[in-house]
């Protein structure tokens, strides 16, 4: 999935939570969590100084002497950052937006290994010297070698797409012709690396060190969601018939991953890149179609009924079926979705949201010691072991602003139908 740690009650009586509080003060709810979203993130962005390229750790509470968390340190999630500088945007925060955005061209660019224009799945945060993005790694002491993690060195297919969605939205505020290159150049990228066909859709990326990555044949309906957003975008503003024919084939695939009996999407495929996923279930992959797809088929709607008894967990919503706790991210997913299919947001989600703020202003990952997914971080783990953490989140903190806010990233405005936005 492309969030990283390394890196459900009716539904009537959810939208009836809605009255529970007068309108003015959930509003002020809202508004509270609006603003402490976006001046966390305006307080990580201006922490790296000057006006140039840069990138923000994900987890930027993470100090250097816990060996147990050695991995994540001053790592720069791809996602995470597309995700920020999205954010930044919907707060009016342009210029730090473009600092990320410029962090990504150059490190497409000037690769340390590869010269086919990917990015990775994260970098080394802070700001980016004499036009150089580092690789995130660290020299492990006992054995004395340089460490790097192979997810974070190698390329997911949903990260290049969110990239790109970050890059198409600079190039909205700015016209800077630089920024609608980069985006093709990235899901040009994936078009060459990662098409595969029965069903035709984009598979996982790339994961591994340099001299040993190997491809990733499942398909994810979250990626193909990504590719499609990224690439109907990109193919309206450049008129590039290719970027056409790939949001037509990612979106196909996506429609194909809705089951109409159970009014859900499977989660993909499995490794053979064929064979439905029908078992898991993930909370982005069942509440992004209703954002990136506009207008998307009135059936969908019906997700609702499966997202509140599958992914519900108290007042929040959980990332795996059955949650073992909340996922603050996906909390704020549904916020938006909610909002993008013109229903209200409970006033208590709200407020969890809020809830979720830590000393530095960013939100809580999760307010469990830990939540678990379902899903494994790549090939060479021998368990489910990608988790979320009781930790500040970058991307955590983004959603929250983007919900907030009443902004689509897939879209890059804000959602219409709203309520009034803050």
Known sequence: MSTQWHHAASLGLIFALATSTPAHAASAIRQRLADSSCSALHSVAVATPGNGPMLLASYPSLKHGDDSTRALQNVAFVYDNALAGIALTACGEHDQARRIADALLLAAAHDPSFKDGRLRNAYRAGAVDAGKVELPGYWQTHGNYWSQD??????ATGNVAWAALLLLTVYNNTHDRRY?????????WIQTHTLSGAPPAYEGGLFGYDNAQRAQHWKATEHNIDVYAAATWAARDSNDAMLTQQARLAGSF??????STQHRFFVGTLDDGKTLSRDKSGLDAQVWPLLAFNPHPAEWNQVWSWVDAQHRSGDGYGYRRQPDGVWTEGTAQVATALQASDKPVPDALWQLLTNQRSGDGMLYATPQPHISTDFAIGPTSTYADFFYYHQPHLGATAWAALAAKGWNPFTGQPITRAENTP
């Open 150 to 155: 192979p997810y974070q060195v190698g390329t």
């Open 254 to 259: 996506v429609n194909a991953m809705w089951d």
């Open 180 to 188: 609608l290159d980069g985006a093709v150049a990235q899901l040009t």
